[in-house]
């Protein structure tokens, strides 16, 4: 069995109803074969613990031919990647590895909007 993310997975379907239910949503762009997304997932896992009534953090799978649309819409070309909604709009899409205090730094951003 393939690697698989701590957080909520999240299905195309329902991508639209988690962004309108809370006010900031996460979502990690993921494939189960790369290795750098083990290492987001973990750091993304302390962010959902810490903030569990501020922020969803939620995992969307690239490889999943249904969330590929998403993909496109969000411009995830690479991973890990990292899509943030605050009270409903698209806030921004971050590309590559963040360090933990780099995710520290942007979450209290996130927070503030």
């Known amino acids: 069995m393939s690697w698989q993310p ?3 997975k999240v299905l195309a379907n329902e991508f639209c109803e988690v962004i309108g239910a809370t006010t900031v949503a996460v979502f990690h762009f993921y494939a ?9 997932d973990q750091m993304l896992r302390e962010i959902a613990d810490a ?3 501020q922020i969803f953090v939620g995992s ?6 249904e969330n590929w649309e998403i993909c496109k819409e969000l411009r995830i070309l690479n991973l890990p990647a ?3 909604f605050v009270k ?3 806030f921004e899409t971050v ?3 963040l360090s933990k205090e780099s995710l ?4 209290q951003k996130w927070l503030t909007q």
């Open 60 to 65: 969307i799978d690239t490889d999943d031919h």
């Open 95 to 97: 590309i590559g590895l």
């Open 51 to 53: 903030y569990k009534d």
């Open 88 to 90: 409903g709009q698209h």
């Open 6 to 8: 701590s957080t909520t």
């Open 32 to 40: 189960s074969w790369n290795r750098y997304d083990v290492t987001q």
């Open 82 to 84: 990292i899509a943030i």
């Open 104 to 107: 520290n730094s942007k979450v």
